[in-house]
C-alpha cells in the first residue's frame, strides 16, 4: 500500500511548519492505524507512507487482507481530509491517493525494513495514476480478488503503467 498527501508540495509552500508539523503529526496517526490493521509500516516517503500487510502471521484473523488494508486507505483519506480541514478552519483541506496491489515481495533489512518487487512498484503505479483518472483509491484485480467483499469496487480500466510490458486491470 502506497499513502501519498495530495497538494502537500503546495500546502507547505503556502503555509510552512505550521503545515509540516501537522503531516507529521497525520503521518504518525495513520501509521498507527496500519498497525491496528494488522499491516506493518515500512518507509515514511514525506508526504507518504509505504506499508504491508501480511507480514507477520495473525492468529485470529476477522478480514481479509486485501479487506484490512483497505479500510486502513478508507481511514487515511478521510482522517487526512478531517484534520487539513481542520488545520485551515474549514477553508481548505488535502486529500490522499492511495495504491493497493496484492502479489509477492521482497524483504529486504539493512537500517530497517524495506520491501522491494513488482508488487511494491506496482503499487506505487497505481497510486500516481489515480492522478489521471482523478481517483483517490486505485487496486489492482488480484487485490480485488482477495477482498471477501468487493461489491462497493468497479472496474475503471485496463492499464499499461510506468516500467511493465504487461496492462493491468
Given at each position: 500500500m502506497f499513502v501519498d498527501v495530495a497538494d502537500s508540495t503546495n500546502m507547505a509552500e503556502r503555509?510552512?511548519?505550521l503545515f509540516t508539523d501537522k503531516?507529521?503529526?497525520i503521518l504518525d496517526k495513520i501509521e498507527d492505524r496500519i498497525l491496528l490493521h494488522q499491516g506493518c509500516p515500512i518507509k515514511n516517503l514525506g508526504d507518504g507512507?509505504?506499508?504491508?500487510?501480511?507480514?507477520w502471521p495473525v492468529a485470529?484473523?476477522?478480514h481479509s487482507l486485501a479487506d484490512e488494508a483497505l479500510a486502513c486507505a478508507l481511514h487515511a483519506s478521510s482522517f487526512v481530509q478531517e484534520e487539513t480541514r481542520n488545520l485551515f478552519s474549514g477553508t481548505e483541506q488535502c486529500g490522499v491517493r492511495v495504491g493497493l496491489a496484492f502479489?509477492?515481495?521482497?524483504?529486504h533489512?539493512?537500517?530497517g525494513l524495506d520491501i522491494l518487487g513488482d508488487t511494491v512498484n506496482l503499487a506505487a503505479r497505481l497510486e500516481s495514476i489515480n492522478k489521471v483518472y482523478g481517483t483517490r483509491t486505485m487496486m489492482d484485480e488480484a487485490f480485488v480478488g482477495r477482498?471477501?467483499?468487493n461489491n462497493n469496487t468497479r472496474e475503471l480500466d485496463t492499464i499499461r503503467v510506468k516500467g511493465k510490458n504487461n496492462p493491468v486491470t
Open positions: 503555509y510552512g511548519t503531516l507529521r503529526e507512507l509505504l506499508a504491508a500487510f501480511g507480514i485470529d484473523r476477522r502479489g509477492d515481495i521482497n524483504y533489512m539493512g537500517e477482498m471477501k467483499d
